[in-house]
Each structure stands twice: as structure tokens, then as C-alpha cells.
């Protein structure tokens, strides 16, 4: 296939300072749980998105010193030459797909607790760190100023010295020192270094200054740039002091990566934001400055794509979540394949990774993370050692996946799914209030089915264990998921809830499936994920009355962990949803609930006409149970995916994904990958 004319501009060459990005495909620094932790790890996953044509590929935050470190959060780190060989590692895997290679340079100040280190956190005035830890960050004085230059051009210096072609000053989001000095709220400083903008913006200055003539000759410089949002009568607008930075620092500045608010809105999910929701915030930048500039937006789009290049909105197509679920996008698009690309969902699983301080996860892309540690390419897959037939049962993301890949190998794939549409839980989800994009993880996988002969998909098939034998497959694989539970069985009450008989209790299944509660609703909320909070806004805008119950302190809690928490709380607090954090749902009564304080065991009674229960989900495994019973038996049966274990969307792909890769392949003792291992120091 041959790349569509119309997408030849995104693969023109963009000279940036004394370097030159062979198309304008750029993934911008992103943190990925892996960092110095597990840096082979980080090098291959870096490498082989150079290898799907990225033409620029960056390190995430990288810290340049022990005096400013985000541990326990595994980030890229520069302290001195010990961490250079990781970077080398990193820097050579993208020079060797002609990619350049990005450094994002990062102090953080208040942003940062130095839990390792235990060295007193620096910023710009005396206040709390910004995370909820008990430390308090020093004022820097001018010792402190002179050693943060220093730092900067020892760490950029060490950069060039590994190769980098493009090297960061981060200025973005809320947590660098840099914003924090340019920011009124944080910097309270009477000297030269505080008060006007141009004093606010003088340390800024003086180290992107000092990284130019240390670096600049050879390597662009760089800045990830903040652009802070205040809330306006007709929604919000950038913070106008944002564009006289750029305007100060332009002569400084070979590229500008732009970032809109902070993380959490500079990282929306697509619950709350559409792809290119930054735009019209970014549309004067090019203006202001003669750089080349970059922007993300979770383009997926290539028209989107063109359309922003076109327009003068930026030159460089940032992406760090789209290049997550597709490493290969740019070579799909350049190859005439766009139907082939994976597009991000906007669900913020990958960033997870970073708050639980492990290698990221992807609900699109299973290989993500398992690059180096299990050899898995996200794009290709080891062939059948025989052909051999598989049947999978049920078409959810799991069994989509184990069919899509199976079928990839050249197995002969029967996929069998009740319902008339494959797609399984994300087919009912994504029809929940801001899900649509979910619906991608099925698009993807029945339209890569769709293109292979040696794959059959047969919708309303619904089959028992006797139909299942009929079939005579050499393997069997049961991905048959699972459903929400009535009982209330869950973390809080190991025993279920107790129910009169008249009582109205659904699961989000019902809800789902059209059910209408009577009367006020309570959605009581033991899950903690996205479902609880989901059913209490889709019941809300249809006009029930809704109480959220919940055992943890706030809304959805899990979903701190995707950024989302406090725009969940904010949406249902905004539509009238009453909240009740802190409490157990011990039992319903015909028209009542009772609930309990989590800390005191204090009661209270609400009106209840119709609970929702989101407190566990069952297995569905009878069609498993029923075969593993059976006297003839194929040549292996496995569960896959909710079925084995309910768990989130991107655990279920990846279930379907590993039995793929490992069918017929030899399973090694002990540890199924390779590990990245501390070593002993020499002394
Ligand atoms: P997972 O997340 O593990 O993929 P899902 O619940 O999303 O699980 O999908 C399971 C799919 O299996 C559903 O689409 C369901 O209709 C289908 N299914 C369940 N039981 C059977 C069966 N006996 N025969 C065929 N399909 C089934
Ligand atoms: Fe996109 Fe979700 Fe994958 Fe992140 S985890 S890249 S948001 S699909």
C-alpha cells in the first residue's frame, strides 16, 4: 500500500536549531513507571517507537540531581556519569532507526520530596511540598541559584556527550522549580529573582542561557512550556502572562513544547476531553514565536493532523498516549494503513504506571512494558510451530485479542460470542456517558479479525459445553467473562448485604441492560473504579435522584490513579448528586438503607428505592467448569480474561494477548521474563 498524497506534509523534515526531526511526528517526554528502575526496559520501549517512525522520541522527566528526586516514582535520572550508560542505551536504539533522541531536563522544587535522598527539597519560597508529605521546601539563596545552573549545564553536558540531539528545560504543569519561580502564587521572593514577570522569569533565563552556550552548538535546546489555564466567564483561557514567556525567551528557545494546565487536564481522558481539546489554546503560540512548536491532543487522526500543520496551529504532531497504544503509528500512516492503527482510548491506564511506580500498561497495546523483559514487538508475532485449530469462546476484549493474535500466528481461529455484536463489556461500556472512544479496544481487533481468512467470528453463538466438544478444536480457549454481582459481596462485606424481598437491587449490568429504578437511587460504590461513579452520573441525567455511597474518602477512588478523581467528584457534585464518602452499606430494607460510618460504626438510615450494587463481579466460568469435567477433552483448555479473574479492560487483553504468544510455545521454569536486577555496589 502506498501513503495517501494528502499525509506527504507530516513526513516533511522540520529543522529544529541545529538539528533536523525527519518528520514531524514527535513523542514528547512521558513518564512510564520504568525510568532508572528497570532501564533496559526503557531503552526498547524507546527504541521501537523510532523504529514505528517516530522521528523524535524523548526521555520522560529526567532529574538532574539527587537534590531534587521524585522517588518512589521510578523517573529518568542524570545525578552524574553513573547514569549515563542508560541513556546511551536509550540514545543508540533511536539513532539506529534515524530518529533523534530528546533529553527533558527536570528540577522540580516543591514538586519533588527527595524521599531517597533526604535532601532538603529548594524552590522559590517557603511552603509545603506540593505532594501531601510532611516537608517543607527551603527558599533557594543565591548559593543555591548558582548551584541549580551548574546542575543544569553539568547535566546538559553529560547529554551531549551520550548523543542527544534535543535537550529540555521543563517548564511545565505545576511541579518544575521553573514554573514554580515564574508562578505569583509560589514565588513570594523580594529579590532580584521575584516580584515582576521578568524578574520572575530571570532564573529561566539565565540557566537556558547557560544550556545554549554549553550544548547549543551541536544540540537544540528545548523547553517544555506551561501554559496555566484561569477559569473566564466562557470557560477557561491561558494565563496571558504565559505568552510574555514566550515572547522573553524566544531568542533562547529552538523548540516549544507546549503543555495546557496542568497534568491531569494536559493528560484528560477522553471521559472529559475530546482529541485536539488543547488547540484553541495553542493557536496563538506560533504567533509569538518563530519556533518550531509542538502540541499533543491524543491526535490518532492523520486528517486532524494535517489539518493543525496546515493551519499554523504547530508543526510537530506531539503524542506520548497515542504513541503508547501504537508505537507504529507513523509508519502505518506513511504506509497507506491507517485502518491499521491502534488509536488510544484516552482511559489513562498507562498512566497509572507512574503513581504505582511500575512499568506502564496499555489497554490498547498488551506489549507495552513487556518490550525487553518478554521480547514482545507490538507488531509482530513468532509464527504457529503447527497449524493447529483454536476455538475461543466469547468475543470481549480478551477473546478478540487472543483471536486477532492466534490468528496473526496463522492458527486456524473459530471465535464464537453470544451476542450479536462481538465487543463483550467495552460494547456496554463505551455506550456509558463519556466512553464512546472505549469502543476503539473492539474496532481495532474486529477490523484486524475481519482482514485475516484463517479467522471465523460466528455472533449469537452461544455454546454449551457438549457444542463446544462438537467442534473436535485442537485447543480450546473459554473467555466467556463475568458479570456484576447482586449480592453486595465485596471488600466491606465479605457476606454479601442483607435485602428485604421487596427491596429493588440492580448491578450495573441491569442498569446497562435498560433497567429503571424506582424511586431515590443509592449506588453504593465497594469497587472504587470508574463503574460506581459512572452509574451514579448516567442514572443522574436521566433524572433520578442519586445518593453515592461509598467506603473510601472520596469518589471513584481508584481513579487518582488515571487523574480523573477529582473531575469525577467535581461532575457528580455539579449535577446534584449527593455524596456520602466514609460509609458501609450494611443493609436495604423495602424503602431504606442503612449505612454505617467506616470509623465510628455511627448509623443512618436513607430513603432507598432502588439500590445499585457495584461491589464485585463473578466469573463467569460454568461453560469452563462443565468442559474441565468432561471425559474428552481437547488438547488444552484455558480461561482467559475476566473469566479467569475479573480485572480491568487492559488486564483483559493482555490475558488474550499472552495465551497467543505462549500457545505451543515452551512455558520457561520459574520467572516467565527477564528481570532488571540492582547490582551490588563494588565495596
Ligand atoms: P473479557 O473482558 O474477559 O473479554 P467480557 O465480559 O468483555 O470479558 O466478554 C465476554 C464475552 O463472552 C461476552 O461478549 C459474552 O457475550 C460472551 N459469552 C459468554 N458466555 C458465552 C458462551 N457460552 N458462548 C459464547 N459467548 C459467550
Ligand atoms: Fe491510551 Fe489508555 Fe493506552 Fe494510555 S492506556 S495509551 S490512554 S489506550
Redesign the pocket.
Known sequence: MTRDPRYDILFEPVKIGPVTAPNRFYQVPHCNGMGYRYPSSMAEMRRIKAEGGWGVVNTEEMEVSHMSELSPIPEARLWDDQDMPILQKMVDGVHAHGALAGAELAHLGGGASNHYSREIPVGPSARPVDLLDPIHVRPMDKTDIKALRKMHVDAALRCKKVGFDIIYLYCGHSMTTFTQFLSRQHNERGDEYGGSLENRARLLREVLSDVRDAVGDRSAVAIRMGLLLEERANGPVCNEEGRDVIHMMSDLVDLWDMQVGDWPFDSSTSRFEPQGYQDSHLAFVKQATGKPVVGVGRYTSPDAMVSLVKNGVIDLIGAA?PS??DPFLPNKISEGRIEDIRE???????VTGDFLATPLR????PTMGEEWRRGWHPERIPPAKAVESVLVVGGGPSGLEAARALGQRGYQVTLAEAEAETGGRVAVESRLPGLAEWGRVADYRQYQISQMANVAVYCQSRLTAEQVLEFEADHVVIATGSKWSASGKGRSNPHGIPTAPDAQVLTPDDISAGAIPRGPVIVFDDDYYYIGGLMAEKLRLEGHEVTYVTPAADVSHWTHNTMEQGRIQSRLIDLGVNIVPLHNLLAITGDMAELACIYSDKRQSLPCGAAVLVTMRDAIDDLFTDLSAMAQAPKSLTRIGDCLAPGTI?AATYSGHRFARELGEPIPDGVPFRRELPALADD
Open positions: 498516549r503508547i497504544a488510544c482510548i484516552g482511559c489513562n491506564m498507562c496499555c489497554t490498547q497495546n487492559a
